[in-house]
């Protein structure tokens, strides 16, 4: 009995142990599991990146092909076959319009440049061709396309030509302007004249106008000792007006004043004697000559006498 429960010991424990190996083995590979996921992830991640890139970097270098195509290819093209028609217009001009003269060079470049030549006479005969194909159509083809006239074609010598006559029409040009310049200015000169003249006229008639005025003493008083006070009644258009005072009535030996207003205060005058005053309104005319009005009628005044203490 002891034998059998120590071999049922020692194969419980051997059991047990064996449970732990193997659980501890299938452990290790749980881990072993769990940190190689993480490898793969970043595998297709990376894959992933470099595919979006190449398609991105495909994506500009087609949109940036496209805007080239697009704002200067078609330009580019326009002027390379314009540089290609002008040679070729060039290359046959300079044979005089003879199809002899024409060297076998010129149907090569023809080919070379994809271009089709027929030359005309004025009764629309053919001269010259650089096709094998039926005359009629290569004429129909060519109508459809552009029809250029020789005189239309401009050359080195045709630009150099219209640059003189531009030249020539600009100084032209500057000529007539100058002259029209000259002949507003007599004008502006003219009409300025024109104007000082009326306005001339305008002042004198004012003058004159004035001048046919009666002038008048208004009021002569004497309220303090040696002064007298002079009032002139207003004339319409004067300037100015002269008063003159005398004790003579025959107004010799006067004196004159004159005033902007149409009042004044004389001074220094004779107590107690009397003296006549009379007013005459002044202006100018356009040359500046004074005219005046006839002397109005004179009026006395008796200065004061200062008070007696």
């Not at 195509?69 to 028609?85: A, M, P, Q, T, V």
Request: proline content about 1%; some cysteine.
């Amino acid at each position: 009995m002891n034998g059998t429960e120590k071999q049922n010991e020692t194969s419980m424990e051997m059991s047990a142990e064996d449970s732990r190996v193997t659980m501890g083995h299938q452990t290790e590979k749980k881990h072993r599991f769990h940190l190689k996921m993480p490898q793969k992830g970043r595998k297709h991640s990376v894959k992933k990146r470099i595919a979006y890139t190449f398609i991105a970097t495909m994506a500009a270098t087609l949109l940036i092909i496209g805007l080239i195509n697009y704002f200067f290819l078609g330009s580019f093209y326009i002027r390379d076959k314009e540089h290609i028609l002008a040679e070729s217009f060039q290359k046959l001009n300079a044979t005089g319009g003879d199809s002899d003269d024409i060297p076998d060079t010129f149907e090569q470049f023809c080919v070379t440049n994809n271009l089709k030549v027929i030359m005309q006479s004025r009764d629309m005969a053919r001269i010259y061709g650089t096709t094998t194909r039926s005359y009629t159509a290569l004429c129909g083809d060519l109508t459809n396309y552009q029809t250029v006239n020789k005189s239309e074609i401009t050359t080195e010598r045709t630009l150099k030509e219209n640059l003189d006559q531009a030249k020539k029409d600009l100084e032209e040009a500057k000529k007539n302007l100058e002259e029209l310049q000259k002949q507003n200015a007599a004008k502006d000169a003219e009409i300025a004249k024109a104007k000082a003249e009326v306005e001339a006229a305008k002042k004198d008639l004012q003058a004159a106008k004035m001048a046919a005025k009666k002038a008048a003493v208004k009021s002569v008083k004497s309220k303090k000792a040696g002064k007298a006070i002079v009032t002139v009644k207003k004339v319409a258009g004067a300037e100015g007006y002269q008063v003159q005072y005398s004790l003579k009535k025959s107004m010799k030996s006067a004196k004159n004043v004159k005033i902007k207003k149409n009042s004044i205060t004389i001074k220094r005058l004779k107590k107690g004697k009397t003296y006549y005053v009379r007013v005459r309104a002044f202006s100018k005319d356009s040359n500046g000559k004074q005219i005046c009005t006839a002397w109005s009628t004179a009026k006395k005044v008796t200065i004061k006498k200062g008070s007696v203490k």
